[in-house]
T-cell receptor, first 112, second 113 residues
Framework: QQQVKQSPQSLIVQKGGISIINCAYE??????FPWYQQFPGKGPALLIA?????SEKKEGRFTISFNKSAKQFSLHIMDSQPGDSATYFC???????????FGAGTTVTVRA | DAGITQSPRHKVTETGTPVTLRCHQT?????MYWYRQDPGHGLRLIHY???????DKGEVSDGYSVSRSKTEDFLLTLESATSSQTSVYFC????????????FGPGTRLTVT
């Protein structure tokens, strides 16, 4: 049973558009929420992460929004570029064991 | 890839044979992890290690064993490979201290025929 549910499975966006990926969790002990970016044939790379004491974190064109009461968090990719075409994974862990639980992934395709 | 190498990078093996995958790190990190990646499942934790000879099970540990006799090496063994273990295997490290970040290696693609 997946502890983190991710949607959509895939999305297509035009260059310059906004990509939005959503994740939901049930375990209220989760207190660290990273996003990973993965290109074909490569390992996942840490993109951005948030702790539940803030509702939003921005790094360049990437923003995480966090809603603790709804147990949801999302990744926004602003001004999407063809180089952003990749698979994105959300994840969550606790400070008890630091083990990551991953969502199933979202394949983002940015059309030029 | 955070100083992590995995070997082999690709392997094809037959059902019933033992297989060992190696993860090697150069930065003396205490925590190491093995994940498998399958379509529709994301990455799932197989085993992890919190020090030399200290290991524990993850959510999908059946059919897998691990060993860590040196800080730099974390081995994953499939005692008798099955077709359901066809997957891409990733090793990860977590730097010591109060930090959550995990960094992944390049992966090993294993096919069991």
């Amino acid at each position: 049973q997946q502890q983190v549910k991710q949607s959509p499975q895939s999305l297509i966006v035009q260059k310059g558009g906004i990509s939005i990926i959503n994740c939901a969790y049930e375990n209220t002990a989760f207190d660290y929420f990273p996003w990973y970016q993965q290109f074909p044939g490569k390992g996942p790379a840490l993109l951005i992460a948030i702790r539940p004491d803030v509702s939003e974190k921005k790094e360049g064109r990437f923003t995480i929004s966090f809603n603790k009461s709804a147990k949801q968090f999302s990744l926004h990719i602003m001004d999407s570029q063809p180089g952003d075409s990749a698979t994105y994974f959300c994840a969550a862990s606790t400070s008890n064991d630091y083990k990551l639980s991953f969502g199933a992934g979202t394949t983002v395709t940015v059309r030029a | 890839d955070a100083g992590i190498t995995q070997s082999p990078r690709h392997k094809v093996t037959e059902t019933g044979t033992p297989v060992t995958l190696r993860c090697h790190q150069t930065e003396n990190h205490r925590y190491m992890y093995w994940y498998r990646q399958d379509p529709g499942h994301g990455l799932r934790l197989i085993h992890y290690s919190y020090g030399v000879k200290d290991t524990d099970k993850g959510e999908v540990s059946d059919g897998y064993s691990v060993s860590r006799s040196k800080t730099e090496d974390f081995l994953l063994t499939l005692e008798s490979a099955t077709s359901s273990q066809t997957s891409v295997y990733f090793c990860a490290i977590r730097p010591s201290g109060i930090t959550y970040e995990q960094y992944f290696g390049p992966g090993t693609r294993l096919t069991v025929t």
